[in-house]
């Protein structure tokens, strides 16, 4: 079997399945998009929903110094 034929079914083969993900992936995104496009949450439900939290550093430290930490001015 010659390499060219083999190598360009496989080029075909890769842009055919390359085509076929990204209409399956634009067809979920889209039916993700039209399930819940504008929700308003209650207030109960904006408390449970979060999934992260703020941190805010009480003490900072030069890196790369024995220096004891200082506290941080109120922002």
Same mark, same amino acid.
């Given at each position: 079997?010659?390499? @060219?034929?083999?190598? /360009?079914?496989? @080029?075909?083969?890769?842009?055919?399945? /390359?085509?076929?993900?990204?209409?399956? /992936?634009?067809?979920?995104?889209?039916?993700?998009?039209?399930?819940?496009?504008?929700? *308003?949450?209650? *207030?109960?439900?904006?408390? *449970?929903?979060?999934?992260?939290?703020?941190?805010?550093?009480?003490?900072?430290?030069?890196?790369?110094?024995?220096? *004891?930490?200082?506290?941080?001015?109120?922002?």
């Amino acid at each position: 079997m010659s390499l @060219i034929p083999f190598f /360009s079914t496989v @080029i075909l083969v890769a842009t055919i399945a /390359s085509i076929i993900l990204a209409i399956a /992936s634009y067809l979920a995104y889209k039916a993700r998009e039209r399930r819940n496009p504008n929700r *308003e949450f209650n *207030e109960a439900e904006r408390r *449970e929903a979060v999934f992260f939290h703020r941190y805010v550093p009480t003490q900072i430290q030069a890196t790369g110094t024995d220096d *004891e930490p200082m506290e941080t001015p109120d922002i």
